[in-house]
Nanobody, 125 residues
C-alpha cells in the first residue's frame, strides 16, 4: 500500500504557473505508475497527466498538452505536475494517484488503486 500527500496548490491569475508535488510513502514507489487527476465542481474526475514507473513515458489530456508537465523522482518518492499558462477552466481539486496500471491506462480512463487527499487550484481571470 502507498500513501500520497499533495502540496503546492493555491490561487493564481490566468497565465500564471504552479507546481504541484506529491510525496509517497513506502519503499515501492518506483513500482507504481502515477497520475494527476482533477475534479471541478459538477464534473467528473479526469486524468490530466500520467507517467510510467521509470518516468520514460508521459501521457497528457488534450486540454493540458503543451502547458502541463508531469515528472517523477523515484529517489525522493515524489511526482510533480508543472502547470504553465493556467486558465480559469483549470480550476479544480487536483489529486495524485498511484496504481498497478500503466500511465496509458489512466489517461484512457482507467482508475488507479490509491488516491491522495487533493489540493485546490484556483485560477482567476
Amino acid at each position: 500500500q502507498v500513501q500520497l500527500v499533495e502540496s503546492g496548490g493555491g490561487l493564481v491569475q490566468a497565465g500564471g504557473s504552479l507546481r504541484l508535488s506529491c510525496a509517497a510513502s513506502g519503499r515501492t514507489f518506483s513500482s507504481y505508475a502515477m497520475g494527476w487527476f482533477r475534479q471541478a465542481p459538477g464534473k467528473e474526475r479526469e486524468c490530466v497527466a500520467a507517467i510510467s514507473r521509470s518516468g520514460a513515458n508521459t501521457y497528457y489530456a488534450d486540454s493540458v498538452k503543451g502547458r502541463f508537465t508531469i515528472s517523477r523522482d523515484n529517489a525522493k518518492n515524489t511526482v510533480y505536475l508543472r502547470m504553465n499558462s493556467l486558465k480559469p477552466e483549470d480550476t479544480a481539486v487536483y489529486y495524485c494517484a498511484a496504481g498497478s496500471g500503466s500511465g496509458n491506462y489512466y489517461i484512457s480512463g482507467g482508475k488507479p488503486d490509491y488516491w491522495g487527499q487533493g489540493t485546490q487550484v484556483t485560477v482567476s481571470s
